[in-house]
């Protein structure tokens, strides 16, 4: 997954809602053995033309059960995101009947679960499904990070069915038919493969039949159903289909078509012969920004898919950009963790996880891919590309530096390192960086972290796991003892890493300079604090963010209004999302409390700047520095 604002920021506000319920809520471990081991099919249906208040009604009807006793669950995390989803919290009016249409006693466990005691008699079970996206700005309320998360309104259905699907404890194998009814009119694009189509006697609907094999192509495969815009085209063997969601028809799928072939194309001359599938979906949904909107910015992988939601009043170029920088990591997670992974993702335990200690590999070295592959395939400047590595220095700083990256990512559910989670697009990435250059310097820029990971993924693939605590042994034999040395100090250990020893092999060097930032933060580290009262205000740095110094702004100051919306500790994410996607040109009205007095900033927003680092090459720099240098930077 992807997200683009720092949950530094999101933590500042919500510690407390998001990860709160960690440890306390985890339902006792049942194990109910099934006596038989038949596959039977689970058949699921969805009727998007029978929603009431924005819910959809959910019909599951599995095969007869020779036990007891079964449990129904939702899942509680999904694979490829780093928090508790609780889908089961979505879930109203659950029943169970037998046969004859009686309805059977049941017990809810846990926010997820559902217990069943006669279950020889289950033949069905019913219940609606709210969508996440409505109450994602509700106090109190934990929901799924936006792109893992659900849509049910009049024109759009973002069907990631996580939220609408469950499975019975020890049947995850079993496999899946799902029926998907809906009016004729709408578009929809499956990232399963649909198997069949019936219309109603009227002609007024029409249910689709697709297959999954077992729970896990359920959630794997997200769909859209509605009113939305479709563009297909061909990169190399890759049929790609971009959907795309734009509820006030601002942007068109058309509009991203070139962007993202380009980017494609890059990726996949990049990567060169690593297997990838003969079709990916992009789902793109644009967030109108009001109150049942979703704003958790970004993406989520999944093996031929993913869904990305960004705002839609973003304009076109910041989100063409924002665009390849998301969906280009995602592409990327086809290498890792989709075909190098430990048992605890290949197993995946939806109900009580276990997480791997190498998130520095699955998110980190994706990103690290997804900024790397830019200057060696020329999308971007090598200057550019020098600003980028600086920017996740420079927000990396703001984070736990001294947290070993192993124990963060075992833990990354609770305090504190699910606070230091996105640590993982920074100093992940960081980490990636560096062995690559160790590795250049090591083969005389024979080899990278690029032939590392192919090299990996050809010795497992996406059907064989790793041993998680084998893993650095593992690559330590397959390249060179500094490798091995720098995972024990700086991934394993919590020494921070000194970049400029780093970069100095490269022949490149920090200077001071001036470098652009935006409304929230000063080069990554945020310019705003909330207070005991539940205000937010201004910090000292406010000083050092021109635009809010030309503009008068002071310390302390309460962020009081900003374009007409009171600030609260509520909204304090949702609004302060939207300033951070701010761009210059466009209007801006703040109102400010210093004191007693009240201050009104009304003007066109203008790029702001701050002091920072730069990275530049050094003059005079070896003949050694400078191969190795290209070496790393164009492959
Ligand atoms: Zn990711």
Not at 100 to 125: C, H, Q, R, V, Y
Not at 126 to 141: A, K, P, R, S
Not at 295 to 324: C, K, W, Y
């Amino acid at each position: 997954m992807k997200t683009i604002i720092s949950l530094v920021f999101a933590a500042v506000f919500f510690l407390g809602t998001t990860n709160a319920q960690n440890d306390s809520d985890l339902p006792q471990k049942t194990t109910i053995k099934a006596k038989e081991t038949k596959i039977g099919t689970i058949e699921v249906s969805l009727d998007l033309t029978q929603v009431v208040d924005d819910k959809v009604p959910v019909v599951i009807v599995p095969e007869r059960f020779m036990q007891d006793t079964v449990i129904y669950r939702m899942p509680k995390v999904i694979p490829g995101t780093y928090k508790i989803s609780d889908f089961g919290n979505f879930i109203e009016d659950f029943k169970a009947f037998n046969d004859k249409g009686e309805e059977l006693d049941f017990t809810k466990t846990d926010e997820n679960s559902w217990m069943i005691p006669n279950a020889t008699e289950l033949a069905k079970i019913t219940y609606l499904v709210n969508d996440t996206f409505d109450v994602e700005n509700t106090e109190g309320i934990a929901t799924p990070f936006s792109p893992s998360g659900t849509n049910i309104s009049e024109d759009n259905f973002l069907l990631n069915f996580p939220g609408f699907i469950g499975y019975f404890e020890t049947f995850e194998h079993n496999q899946y038919q799902l029926d998907i009814t809906s009016v004729p009119t709408f578009t929809n694009v499956s990232a399963l493969q649909q198997v069949g189509e019936m219309y109603s006697k009227d002609s007024t609907s029409v249910t689709r039949n697709y297959y999954a094999p077992r729970y896990f192509n359920i959630t794997d495969n997200p769909m859209m159903y509605g009113d939305f815009e479709i563009e297909e085209f061909q990169v190399g063997d890759i049929k790609v289909v971009l959907s795309v969601y734009s509820p006030n028809k601002v942007h068109t799928a058309k509009d991203f078509k070139e962007t993202i072939y380009e980017m494609m194309a890059a990726q996949k001359t990049y990567l060169g012969d690593i297997n990838t599938t003969a079709r990916y979906d992009i789902f793109l949904y644009l967030s109108e920004m009001d109150e049942t909107s979703p704003t958790g910015f970004g993406a989520l992988e999944h093996h031929t898919s993913t869904v990305v939601v960004m705002p839609e009043s973003m304009p076109f170029e910041a989100l063409a950009v924002s665009m390849i920088d998301v969906v280009s990591h995602e592409f990327f997670h086809i290498v890792s963790p989709l075909s190098i992974h430990s048992e605890d993702v290949h197993y995946f335990n939806y109900h009580e996880p276990t997480f791997s200690k190498h998130l520095w590999m699955y998110e980190g070295v994706t990103e690290y891919f997804a900024t790397i592959f830019q200057i060696d395939q020329g999308l971007i400047s090598e200057e550019e590309f020098y600003t980028r590595i600086m920017e996740k220095i420079q927000t990396a700083s703001g984070l736990d530096d001294t947290m070993s990256f192993t124990e963060m990512s075992e833990n990354v559910l609770v305090s504190p390192y699910a606070e230091n989670y996105f640590n993982v697009y920074q100093k992940g990435a960081l980490i990636g960086m560096c062995i690559d250059i160790l590795m250049r310097e090591e083969s005389n820029g024979e080899r990278g972290i690029l032939s590392l990971m192919k090299e990996l993924s050809l010795k497992y693939g996406k059907d064989q796991a790793f041993e998680d605590d084998k893993l650095f042994e593992e690559i330590t034999a397959m390249t060179y003892p500094s490798v091995g040395e720098f995972f024990e100090t700086h991934v394993i250990g919590t020494t921070p890493i000194n970049y400029e020893d780093f970069f100095e092999k490269a022949g490149l060097e920090f200077t001071e300079s001036v470098v652009e930032t935006n409304y929230i933060q000063n080069n990554g580290v945020l310019i705003l604090a909330p207070t005991e009262e539940g205000t937010i205000i201004f910090t000292e740095l406010v000083k050092e963010n021109s635009f809010w110094n030309e503009q008068g702004a002071l310390p302390n100051d309460v962020i009081s209004e900003i374009n007409g919306t009171e600030v609260t500790m509520q909204n304090a994410q949702q609004v302060f999302t939207e300033v951070y996607m701010w761009e210059p040109g466009a209007e801006a009205e703040v109102k400010l409390i210093r004191g007693e007095e009240e201050i009104l900033i009304k003007t066109t927003l203008t790029q702001s700047y701050t002091k920072g680092r730069g990275l530049q090459a050094k003059v005079g720099a070896s003949k050694t520095q400078v191969e190795l240098r290209n070496a790393w930077l164009k492959g």
